[in-house]
């Protein structure tokens, strides 16, 4: 009797990468990788590497815990996931980062942006390329407020936020609401280019940091992703950020084939900045403007970056670099101590049930400071020969090599993130109500980043089809 050449081991809804109408998918394990195979009426069957690592995908199972819940919902269930975003009460986890776009503007025009971004006036879409009013950005800063109460990160982002003409105004309306962290998500020019710009922003420290898109040092690829040559910009970028010790996280967007051979020299790079908190690494979401994108050839999965961060760098081990609990199909950390350049990963230190206990369901361990005391407890009674945990023991053996000054501080910490968002590939609805990472539309719903840019963004490829679907119809919602 001939036996299937694959496992199967689950049942999704995913979307037809053609046309986005959801079809059902399963999660099937052949060879090495993790796929999703999918048969959509119209385009017939379709099979898509979600993970190229059996263990590590069944591993983040195991990281699974209750979500905790935004303080309220804003639209109803009517339609069925993807379709009532959001946040609506199906939703299981509230916002650990939320982005809210001051504006569609750039003064880049890359051709690879979600937001479908840039200086020119672009073909009938001219009239939504506008900065938001600061009645507009005082909204749904309410809104995320509203939400979460204290929000744990939110995020300027665009287009490029920096250019908005009423910035600092817009710095003094987040100020003045309780949001524990705030990260400007910018390409750098300005940074690099305008001082007074960067000393004002300094002076909103602690609380700040720069997400500064960084993805490679080859001109070349530079060219490919962003339509410039940015190294001379990233260079003076950094220098002005180092010279102010602003806190800062490299940003790469990580094509497959092009710049993730990288990864390695990047992280390397990153410790050597004094500015640097960490690197974040982002497979390219298939949504937006995306030129020259063969996804046979170019979809990067996150246990790929995964692999690629351990084969490429000395710093970590396999059992370093882990799902992070809100979201563990799509977001993996690891959290390390710098202390003069050298790297000594926590992440591992941990068994898998003590970690999933002690973190929150957030992107940022940081922000928690019972953890953060745990975290440097840790570190300092490791220099206890009488300690008996394992893990202590493993981290003494590296501690002679290690000068550890007394005060550990938020300079200390340094942070790896793979951030894989969805998109009409290795969409999963299971997971996706899983997301954590959102966006503030204007019109006051928080809609996940992975379905925003497929199916709620203006010009986005979905929006007509959820358009269409909304109304079709007047069934009446659910809202519990
Ligand atoms: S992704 Fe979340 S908010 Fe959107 S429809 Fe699904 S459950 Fe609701
Ligand atoms: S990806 Fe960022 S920098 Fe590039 S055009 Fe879009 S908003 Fe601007």
Redesign the pocket.
Known sequence: MPTRPYLFYGLTNSLCSQCLTKVEAKIIFQDSGVYLAKHCPTHGREEVLIADDIDYYRQTQAFIKPGDLPLKFNTPIKYGCPYDCGLCPDHEQHSCLTLIELTDR?N???P??Y?D??VDELGGRAQRRRHRTLAEIEQMLDVIVANEGEPQVVQLS???PTIHPDFFAVMELVKARPIKHLMINT?GLKIAQDREFCERLNEYKPGIEIYL?FDSFEADTLLEL?GADLRAIRQQALARLNELNLSTTLVVTVKKGLNDHEIGKIIDFALQQRCVRGVTFQPIQAAGRLEGFEPKQNRYTLTEVRRAILEQTHHFNPQDILPVPCHPDSLAMAYALKVQGKVVPLTGLFDTPTFVDMVPNSVLYEQHPELKQQIFDLFSTSHSPSSAATSLKQLLCCLPLVPVPTGFTYENIFRIMIVQFMDAYNFDVRSVKRSCIHIVHPDGRIIPFDTYNLFYREGSAGQAMVTALQQSSNMPGITY
Do not use: W
Request: with cysteine.
């Open positions: 750039c880049l025009t890359c690879i942006c937001a971004s840039g665009g287009g490029e390409n898109q962003r």
